[in-house]
């Protein structure tokens, strides 16, 4: 049911049903739906302001929601309390807010202490396998600002993937980055996609999006305008999304499609 | 003169034991008072919290002593003088503490606060463990010039009849008439504690900026901050 590479028959993770937000009488999402299987990766694109952060902050509850509904595995999760939902979707921001008064390893164990109520022993090794996997492996005792943008939101993602959530969301994780730091995070972000991590990716960089996902979507004014396997989306017909990706993918040639359908 | 020196001494350590007790008094209420205000979002706590730091800062030390010794038992309340002077330091040390507090927590910003959250923490692991750990290296500069203005204030607790440093002076010069050498010597001894006080201060500053707490902060400029001694 759950494997990840099977067609159809795959476990809904992630079921976001007519999710619509709004604030103050300006509408930021409107009948947003689609769904994540476990294992695999939606990418979000989209211009600025037209809502990927809104709805990853409303997946996480950092917004609420005004109407529509999300199921975890198939459960709605209105009724869980906050902390329990945001441990179980976690959320990396693009300003990697590392705990700054803590080094790498206790920026990860803080959360493995308190949420899974693991030991400082348990949690320090949980920790320090989870800053190898992102490349890290001797820097645990790093401060922040000992640490460069790349590593700094590596620690970030290691944060966030070591509770080992059911649902990770990374909301444009490397446009804080220096351009030549923006590789290792992407290498990061698709080691966790090839592991099987359920992934929600906004991204302004579109080869990117279209590399890491199994589902590319579409976001315009708050609304999902485009959702398919990436080199679909690309190859969309519809007149302004070509013009977004004409714009995001000047340079890239035709590489782009091959990128798309190879993952 | 120095047959009074054994009195003054007397003076000061009752001046001590106020300062020390009102200080633990302010510090945990300013502490307690500061951190709701900025973790707690709801309107009658945030308005009773500002309603009382905005009554005990802006009427006079003085006034609100007087209120508590020589006012209250006109509503048939009488408070000791010990008490009366333990309480009115604390309270108004409090109102100052309180904003120190509120503004170094609010300054660590809402991106840490919201990194805690998005992890799952509760919000008082957050304010507890993110938030609080980050702010405390800048609230040291404010809360050190807090502490030497409570000290100082100690020295209005005489009016209440409270046997400190001051008053003890103003007795003796009273029996001795050597005014200037007696207010010379009571003011070296606020002197030494506050020089002491803010030199550690400093340290223990120093200490925080080394270990790497605070970094999300401004150190290098907090540090200017003057404290008057």
Not at chain 1, 130 to 143: P, Y
Request: glycine residues 10%; aromatic residues 6%.
């Amino acid at each position: 049911m759950s494997d990840s590479s099977g067609h159809g028959s795959a476990e809904v993770v992630l079921d976001v049903r007519n999710m619509e937000m709004s604030v103050g009488g300006t509408t930021i999402l409107i009948d947003v739906s689609f769904q994540l299987e476990r294992g695999r990766t939606i990418s979000v694109v989209g211009p600025s302001g037209s809502g990927k952060s809104t709805l990853l902050r409303c997946l996480n509850r950092l917004e609420r929601i005004s109407s529509g509904s999300v199921l975890l595995g198939g459960v709605h999760t209105d009724a869980l309390p906050a902390p329990a939902l945001r441990s179980r979707i976690g959320l990396v921001s693009q300003k990697f807010a590392l705990f700054g008064h803590l080094d790498a390893l206790a920026n990860v164990t803080l959360g493995l202490r308190r949420t899974r109520h693991l030991s400082k022993p348990a949690a320090d090794e949980q920790a320090r396998e989870w800053l190898n996997r992102v490349g890290l492996a001797g820097l645990e005792k790093r401060r922040p600002h000992e640490l460069s943008g790349g590593q700094q939101q590596r620690v970030a993602i290691a944060r966030a993937a070591a509770l080992e959530p059911d649902v990770l969301l990374l909301d444009e994780v490397t446009s804080a980055l220096d351009p030549e730091l923006v590789e290792e995070v992407e290498n990061v972000v698709l080691g966790l996609a090839r592991s099987g991590t359920s992934l929600v990716v906004v991204t302004h960089e579109i080869p990117f999006a279209a590399k890491v996902a199994d589902i590319m979507l579409m976001m315009e004014a708050g609304q999902v305008v485009e959702t398919g396997p990436p080199q679909d989306v690309l190859a969309s017909s519809r007149p302004r999304s070509q013009r977004f990706f004409a714009r995001h993918l000047r340079g890239w040639g035709d590489s782009i499609t091959s990128v798309g359908s190879a993952g | 003169m120095v047959d009074n020196l054994p009195f003054l001494l007397n003076g000061f350590a009752m001046t001590l034991g106020y300062a020390a007790g009102a200080l633990v008094f302010a510090m945990l209420l300013g502490g307690l008072l500061g951190t709701v205000d900025y973790a707690v979002h709801l309107w009658p706590v945030r308005w009773a919290i500002r309603g009382f730091v905005g009554l005990f800062r802006n009427t006079p030390f003085i006034v609100q002593l007087y209120i508590w010794f020589f006012g209250l038992p006109y509503a048939g309340v009488q408070l000791s003088a010990p008490v009366a002077g333990i309480l009115g330091l604390g309270l108004y040390g409090a109102s100052y503490v309180t904003e120190i507090v509120r503004a170094s927590l609010a300054s660590v910003g809402r991106e840490q606060e919201e990194a805690g959250l998005s992890l799952g923490l509760g919000h008082r692991d957050v304010i507890a463990r993110v938030v609080w750990p980050q702010a405390f290296a800048g609230m040291v500069p404010g809360l050190t010039n807090e502490a030497v203005a409570l000290i100082k204030n100690t020295s209005m607790l005489g009016f209440i009849t409270i046997t400190e440093l001051t008053l003890r002076t103003q007795q003796a010069i009273s029996s001795t008439f050597a005014s200037l050498p007696l207010y010379l010597t009571a003011g070296a001894m606020y002197l030494i504690v506050n020089v002491l006080l803010t030199l550690l201060a400093r340290r223990l500053e120093k200490t925080l900026a080394r270990g790497g707490r605070g970094s999300a902060l401004n150190l290098g400029s907090r540090t200017e901050v003057p404290v008057h001694v």
